[in-house]
């Protein structure tokens, strides 16, 4: 068993800012601009591949920084970091280092889609994800902003296909050569920052916005197609200013659980944890939104902004009238700062002093930062191929925030995945895809590539089809072993380990199904637990862990010669039994549609008519295009499996009911052939 203490910061202190010049070498196999959650993933994945790499950021000391919310995870956010550590990547363990307040959200519904997430010190993951950086080997950070991406024309054989040779730095001369290059620029492209009626240029407080080159190569040399969105963020409150008693506590889950797979405990011991607390608006906060709408010049405009994360000047306008949540987080251990999620504003600084003096535990509070917005460019993901490749771009990546997306998680997801294939790239191994049936990661990108985006996206757990199969608990299972078997991107230490849990959960179950015993035997054995079977039946150690009273604990200690070794996989072991038999039949539904792949789809269905349960997004793809085969259907952007299982139903239910159609034809026929022979015979000679 691995010593899964947390390790100490390697190398922070020798973290020291790079110029260009002081770089050891002119050409890397990986150039990655940008430092934010997508960059840092991107960087890390594509040197434990084993690339050459540079990361090149405007500011290493704004490496991982958290620029809105200090938190990680949650609701389908948790199962990115999930798969993102599962792949060895840095979040999941960044998390397990700086997190403050742990709890696992949407307890009431099953563990398939609970949503691992922690409050975040803001200053312990910048310096973790920094240190982790600064001691990857092949990997340099180097601190610059970069002016211009550098690409061939198209060849003339190949019409519109550039290729990416590398980049040029603002203020030096000399190019930097890679195969591949990742653009994690996040809401640095075009960036323009707003507070009440002024703007000014910027991708965030205090930098500078991207390099009006870069852009330009983007639309103009590149020809791709862009869109601008907006977000936002609340003021920061002193946290002595606020009168806590007038909020309700929101205390953190008593045993914190970790992110990473390879962490058995956080570095917060569980009575260190700091609490959050709720409050709620009320109706002078909408008054001051109302007043200072003229003032507000992000407000006024109808760029899209996140629709699950709006601004208290949207929530307002949406739904006016109501009492809207204010969860007051902390910043940190030593941070003097509340975080005041749910107040994300932009209204002039003096008007959002008037709004959060409207909420009663906030009536003396004092801003120390005031709330922003930010409007940027994003690239039409649709334009990229599911390894995060331009498709007109040879060795162009694109990651995090530029395709659209809003959050650090779906940021270090993509980082994560061009990293692996921008590395690949570089040397000379085929990019690849993950499917939407294997993980969260493969659904975003699949979503992002096939579908595009009109307005910032988030992960949910509702837009995964195969979710009970796709959990938190088992994303180590799921991607680790192909992480290190196929990809490249896991280290030896995290594939042994994943090997042990993957054999060890293997034996248990086998243990648990080689306990049969009679219904009155599993009475006598667990006399504490309700049975409902009436009927004497013999039942499996693994059948009785399904049941809701039934913990692993209670059998192994009925059992414990046989199962006593496996206590350390109690909970793993309960959900899988009690998933088991729906991953079973998702399992069996996937392999019947790569089965039938070659089935035909008849050319005149009306897809808009059809009796089954299909967007109508689907519907219109299915029907503009209409696909010959279930397999070609397959292959379409915008085509789900779950959709493909539908079509798949009601394909084989048609070919039935015509079989059935025919043979009563043909039993008709025979009938009537038989009745006229009779008449026939009965006839007078
Ligand atoms: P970022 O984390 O933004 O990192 C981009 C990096 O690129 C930066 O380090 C920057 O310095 C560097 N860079 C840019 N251009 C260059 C260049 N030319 N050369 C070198 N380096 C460059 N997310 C939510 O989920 N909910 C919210 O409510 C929310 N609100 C936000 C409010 C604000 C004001 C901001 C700025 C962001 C907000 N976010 C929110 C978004 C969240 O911060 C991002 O989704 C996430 O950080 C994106 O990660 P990224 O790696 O794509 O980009």
Known sequence: MLTKKLPPLKGFLSLVPRRASHVARQQYDVIVVGGGHAGTEAAAAAARVGAETLLVTQKIQTIGALSCNPSLGGVGKGQLVKEVDALDGLCGRAGDWAGIHFSILNRSKGPAVWGPRAQLDRQRYREFIQSELLSTPRLTVLEGSVEELLVTEPNPEEPGQHK?????????????????????TGTFLSGSLFMGQSTSPGGRIGDAPSSTGLSQTLRERLGLRTGRL????????LKDSVDLSQAHLHPPDSHPTPFSFMNTHTRCKPEEQLPCYLTHTTPGVERVVRESLHLNCHIQQDTKGPRYCPSIESRVLRFPGRQHQVWLEPEGFTSDLLYPQGLSMTMPPDMQLRLIREIPALHRAEIHMPGYGVQYDFVCPTQLSPALQVKSTQGLFLAGQINGTTGYEEAAAQGLWAGVNAARLALSMPTLALSRTESYIGVLIDDLVSRGVTEPYRMFTSRVEFRTSLRPDNADLRLTLKGFEELGCVSTLRYQEAVRVRDSLQDALAALEALALSTDNWRKKLPNMRMSEAKNMTLTGGNMLQYKDVSFEMLASAFPECLSPYMEFSQRLKIEAVYRPHCYLQKKEIERIQREENMSLPQDIDYFSLPVSLSQEV??????????????????????PAAIVHLLHYVNYMVQKEKRTHRNQADQKEDREEDMCARNASLPQ
């Open 619 to 640: 519907r219109e793809i299915l029907d503009r295009v209409r696909p010959s085969t279930l397999g070609a259907a397959t292959r379409l952007q915008g085509i789900t």
């Open 230 to 237: 907006r977000t936002g963020t609340p003021p920061r409150i």
């Open 164 to 184: 990416v040779t590398g980049i040029r730095l603002a203020n030096e001369s000399h190019p930097i050569s890679a195969s591949s290059v990742i653009l994690t």
